[in-house]
């Protein structure tokens, strides 16, 4: 069973995490050859200040 785990700064609306899950979990399928039953994503929604590049903190 793919598992397939996500991270994105926080903000975006129901609509664009349905649509990802969709694609994530049709390439998955297409890719792995699993029915969709077997794939499960995972959105982990992160605060921009919780993440940091170049040293800096990406809010």
Not at 26 to 35: I, L, M, N, Q, S
Request: charged residues 30%.
């Amino acid at each position: 069973m793919p598992i397939v785990t996500v991270q994105l700064w926080a903000g975006r609306d129901k609509e664009v995490k349905k649509k990802l899950i969709e694609n994530i979990t049709k390439t998955t399928c297409d890719t792995v050859g699993c029915p969709s039953e077997a794939v499960i994503v995972v959105i982990e929604d992160i605060p921009k200040e919780n993440w940091g590049q170049t040293g800096k903190q990406a809010d």
